[in-house]
């Protein structure tokens, strides 16, 4: 059987992270290691000052993990380098409660997490709800069991991460799955000024998710029109058209960059 590394941002107790693990047992075994404390948006955040500690923790009977005082990508780190005796098949992270689509992608915990399997060269899945907080957790769940299945017949390239979101709803209410790719979508941001008891000014961010105009096929208007969002998302962030228009404009003897 397969074993996975199952992960998350939200903690131990998340009821997203628990669905997952039952549905994942039906094709490997699976080990959970997660964060001690909720760590949304820590995005590829590693813990370099504080020695990290681990414990293991039952939940109930035959669901247990390990807690890391840590972020995402550090459960992952520790995971495959010191907790499992061997490299996992797979890594998968999630279920996150709310979706990771368009430029959330890169501050997500969920999305790093997975991020960082790719880079130690394993296959990687994150898998997000796109939460009205309906809770539809098992369909994210059964919907990740397809695509595994249908992934085990692929080579995922090096480098590479699944990136799921699932529509909140019922999995009869699932319209189909559809290959996407990530959106210009991002939060117009402010910052809300509180007072506390002495005086004293603190600040809490808030914004609103606009969408991008004309994106047919991506990964938000796929999720808003009822169906599955499976976006392969590459880690190499170099801008490769714009990289041979300045080797073009500023190229002098010597400069080109040969890939």
């Known amino acids: 059987m397969k ?3 199952l992960t998350n941002d939200d903690g131990i107790y998340s009821e997203g992270l628990k669905v997952l693990w039952r549905y994942l047992k039906r094709i490997g075994n699976v080990c959970v290691v997660v964060p001690e404390t909720e760590k949304s948006a820590v995005a590829h955040a590693i813990n370099l000052f504080t020695p990290l500690k681990i414990k293991k923790i039952k939940i109930e009977k ?3 993990g390990w807690i890391v005082n840590g ?5 992952v780190k520790i995971g495959v380098n010191y907790l499992l005796k061997k490299k996992p098949d ?9 979706s990771n689509m368009g430029m959330d992608i890169l501050y997500s915990g969920t999305v790093s997490a997975a991020a960082e399997g790719a880079i130690l060269g394993i296959p990687s899945i994150a898998v997000s709800l796109d939460g009205e907080r309906k809770n539809n957790f ?5 919907v990740t069991l397809k695509i ?3 992934l085990e017949k692929i080579d995922i390239p090096p480098d590479t991460v699944i990136n799921i979101n699932v529509p909140d709803v019922p999995l009869s209410k699932i319209k189909g799955i559809r290959l996407t790719y990530q959106s210009r979508a991002r939060y117009e941001e402010e910052y809300e000024e509180r007072k506390d008891p002495r005086g004293g000014s603190y600040y809490w961010l808030k914004g609103v998710f606009r969408r991008v105009d004309g994106e047919k096929g991506s990964d938000v208007e796929t999720i808003k029109s009822g169906y599955v969002s499976v976006t392969p998302l590459h880690l190499d962030l170099t ?5 041979s228009h300045l080797q073009d404009k500023c190229k002098g003897p010597g400069d080109r960059y040969h890939p």
């Open 62 to 64: 035959g669901y247990e």
């Open 239 to 243: 801008n490769h058209s714009f990289l």
């Open 90 to 98: 797979m890594v998968i992270s999630g279920i996150n409660p709310q």
């Open 71 to 75: 972020t995402p990508v550090d459960c």
């Open 148 to 150: 595994i299945k249908k």
């Open 3 to 5: 074993t996975i590394l």
């Open 138 to 142: 098992t369909t994210a769940a059964e």
